[in-house]
């Protein structure tokens, strides 16, 4: 059992290493895709990353979602995982909502910038 300073130090680890993996994503795929797409990326990798779930009924502490679904399905199967695969759902289908908006307001393309770029 981790008392509560190491539950921290592992959560604060956890969160420190997803960050940096989620950054260096960014940036690696943003030498080779459009902005929208790095933003999909990304926002679907920080919502499979970061979303908390409880491990089970009683606990007060919080897991990785994903880690909680996987090992309730290996273990219980669908039904036990169920609990850790709605916010994980959720947290999905808001962060392609995000995209979606961030795409077409700040990672729009207009058409006058781009002819304004073929033409050099």
């Known amino acids: 059992m981790l008392s509560e300073s190491s539950y921290l130090t592992a959560l604060y680890t956890y969160i420190g290493a997803s960050a940096v993996m989620l950054l260096y994503t960014a940036w690696w795929l943003a030498r080779h895709w459009r902005a929208g797409w790095v933003a ?3 926002l679907l990798g920080a919502a499979v990353l970061l979303t908390p779930a409880y ?3 009683g ?3 919080f897991a990785p979602a994903l880690i909680v679904a996987v090992f309730q399905f290996m273990t219980e199967g669908l039904e036990g ?3 850790a ?3 994980l759902a959720a947290a999905c289908a808001l962060a392609v909502v ?3 908006l961030l795409r077409f307001t700040v990672f729009r393309h ?3 910038l781009d002819k304004r ?3 050099r």
């Open 40 to 42: 999909l990326a990304v």
């Open 55 to 57: 491990p089970k009924e």
């Open 59 to 61: 606990v007060s502490t």
């Open 81 to 83: 995982a169920r609990h």
């Open 85 to 87: 695969l709605r916010p």
């Open 98 to 100: 995000l995209a979606i």
């Open 110 to 112: 207009s058409r006058f």
């Open 117 to 119: 770029r073929g033409s």
